[in-house]
């Protein structure tokens, strides 16, 4: 894909950014399980002075104004690196703009300026996969609405200020059977009924906390409808299209740092008085390696090309996801095989990019969640 000057520019911005303000401090973050304050805060500052902080949202709010070659770009060379620490170069979530005006105000201005975050928190603990079969509702009384149930899972750099919550606000008969209705609503923390604490710790990304979510009898203003009344899951729909892409951005950078690391060792690391890429085992996974992740960089760009255009639909972003997701896995694991033992000791970053390069083909919809929106597309319109 040929870059414009302002995203050659931004490219190199970014290496520089992750190769100075994040690489030094991954492992420091990783034998810990948490993001030291002043570094986060650090990495916040110097992203907000080199324009990546917000980067994603329009210019008209804001934010960077990237457009989605840029984006494409910026995931790619984060994924390079731990999610917990470039996560807090922000990058709000996009459907925020679906707000009033009054919402963006309270919420989206000040995610922009990095004085407030946000949660995404669709996941229960009973519904993962299975979104529609949420608990989580909502119910009138007089205008407001009273919210009950419980998230888990749902992941921030920090505590939040508030997170966007879906809720089953009624039932739609449709020609397929009954369809919940699910709203999204702006939950404040510290609102009467809603308790938040750090969840399970995760070995994917050390450091970038799952938050659980509990709300009991939460009373909620009509103007915390983000969106329309029974379009939540049109609206989370819109964001999680693009976030697959961003995935697979991530994915290929990841890729290439071990790849580049497994690389190295081939051609310096000798068995048997020579270097073991002499070795045909070794130097074939390299081959297959530089294979698959040309076809993902070529995928990612065609969907970013796709969304330009309009026509990026939500079967490209799954197979983005699916096929993205399991290279990283086959680069990652051949690279814990090229380095042998020293691939798995703590002392080498190996061990952590394969630990990390695990959760990609389970969060934002597992492979086996992408394989199936990917045969619908194939099957329905053949009536199967
Ligand atoms: C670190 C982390 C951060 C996360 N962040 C967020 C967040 O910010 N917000 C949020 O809302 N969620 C978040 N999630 C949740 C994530 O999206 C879910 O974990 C994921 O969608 C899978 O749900 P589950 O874990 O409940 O697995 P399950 O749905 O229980 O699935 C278990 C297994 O069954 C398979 N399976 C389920 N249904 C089918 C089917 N129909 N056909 C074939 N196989 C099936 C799955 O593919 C999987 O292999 C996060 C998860 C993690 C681990």
């Excluded at 690489?23 to 500052?45: A, C, K, N, S, Y």
């Excluded at 996009?94 to 995404?120: D, H, M, N, W």
């Excluded at 919550?165 to 919940?180: C, H, L, M, N, W």
Aim: proline share 3%.
């Amino acid at each position: 894909m040929e870059l414009s000057h302002e995203n050659q520019l931004l490219l190199e911005t970014t290496k520089r950014f992750v190769e100075e303000e994040i690489i030094p401090h991954e492992e420091l973050v990783d034998q810990l399980g948490e993001v030291p304050e002043e570094i986060g805060r650090q990495i916040e500052t110097k992203s907000k002075e080199i324009g990546l902080f917000a980067a994603n949202l329009p210019e008209e709010v804001g934010g960077g104004g990237l457009d989605y070659a840029g984006q494409m770009l910026i995931e790619r060379e984060f994924g390079k690196t731990s999610h917990a620490l470039h996560a807090w170069a922000a990058r709000p979530t996009e459907i925020l703009l679906a707000g009033t005006e009054a919402q963006k105000e309270k919420y989206l201005y000040p995610c922009v300026s990095g004085e407030k975050r946000e949660l995404f928190g669709l996941t229960e603990p009973e519904a993962g996969s299975d979104i529609m079969s949420m608990k989580s509702n909502a119910r009138r009384d007089g205008d407001d609405w009273i919210l009950n149930g419980s998230k888990h899972f749902i992941s921030g750099p920090v505590m939040p200020d508030f997170a966007i919550v879906f809720a089953q606000t009624g039932v739609d008969e449709t020609k397929r059977g009954p369809r919940k209705r699910v709203t999204a609503f702006l939950v404040d923390v510290g609102t009467k009924g809603f308790d938040i604490a750090i969840g399970a710790k995760c070995v994917s990304y050390r450091g970038y906390h799952t938050f659980r979510l509990n709300f009991s009898d939460v009373r909620l203003g009509p103007d915390q409808i983000l969106g329309e009344e029974g379009k939540g899951l049109e609206l989370a729909g819109q964001w999680l299209g693009m976030g697959r892409i961003w995935i697979g951005a991530s994915c290929c950078g990841k890729a290439e740092r071990m790849f580049d690391l497994s690389s190295d060792w081939a051609a310096n690391r000798k068995q048997f008085g020579q270097q073991i890429g002499k070795f045909q085992s070794t130097s074939f996974k390299l081959a297959d390696m530089a294979i698959e992740m040309r076809a993902a960089e070529l995928m990612v760009q065609d969907a970013v090309m796709r969304a330009d255009n309009e026509q990026m639909t939500d079967s490209d972003a799954a197979m983005v996801k699916v096929y993205c997701s399991e290279m990283l896995n086959r680069v990652a694991d051949n690279t814990v095989q090229i380095f042998g033992g020293m691939g798995l000791m703590e002392e080498m970053p190996i061990q952590r990019l394969w630990r990390d390069s695990r959760l990609e083909r389970i969060w934002d919809g597992t492979s086996e969640i992408q394989r199936h929106i990917i045969s619908r597309a194939i099957l329905r319109p053949l009536g199967a």
